[in-house]
């Protein structure tokens, strides 16, 4: 049989999105390494190699679609999802118990030195949703204040029909040589489920962890032995804009809205 991905397939928009996402984590990879993980006794920002393995999981998902395993790709995009949400639950459980009393948060410690697993996707999230340090975000995000019931529920619904073929067509989804007559709205529906999670991810994380916003231009004048300009340590990086521009300001405006409100990032 001949291969049932035509050029409205290959050329859909998921693509492109796919590469502004791995390019824009590959980016902050890079630009987060330097700050301190508190709480951690690691010598690199434990982020850093979560944003890298969320780059890598992007790119994955990208050639897996291309060649039209949809079915897998939902199976990856849960792993993204389950990724975001260990981020979020990390850095905010290091917010939560880091002290000079504490100067070691045991239980994040523990599983980046492999001693501990992370606690479950279930447990992780009702944790972000019930702290009051990110409930002006949660209350936009998950609009009935809850995951059960929100749309998010349904999106994980969605990632675990696909990962363990609940569902027959779940199963066709990844044959690319099976005319499919709703492969295209199936992609749709990936599309916006991929996005809803990046900007799920960002909103918190930036709402949260605003210096990650920072451009390197103070620090590197300090390095170079310059004076930086003034007000330069609130300037922000400008990959970060760019996607803040292009995907949280026109899908999100009152989440934008209330990083900026939040920050003293220099936030356009």
Known sequence: MRNALDKEYLEHCVFGQLADYADFYRSLSDS??????????SAINIDTYVFSSMQGTLESINDILFKGRINDAYALLRKYYDATIIN???????????????????????????????????????????????????QLVYSNGAFKGSSFEELRQRCNDHTHYLYYHNLLSNDNEV????RLATLDSFSKDLKDIFILHLSYLFYQNDHYMMSSDYVDSLDCGLTPEEDSQYWVASFIQDIFNKVIKV????IAETIKGKTAMKLE
């Open 251 to 254: 899908n999100r405006p009152d």
């Open 88 to 138: 979020l639950y990390s850095n905010l459980y290091l917010s939560d118990n880091f002290s000079i009393d504490n100067f070691i948060v045991e239980k994040i410690n523990n599983w980046v030195k492999g001693k501990e697993t992370i606690p479950s996707f279930g447990k992780m999230s009702e944790y972000i949703i019930k702290s009051p340090k990110v409930s002006e975000i949660t």
């Open 32 to 41: 987060t390494m330097s700050w301190i993980s508190q709480g951690t006794n």
């Open 179 to 182: 005319y499919l007559q709703n």
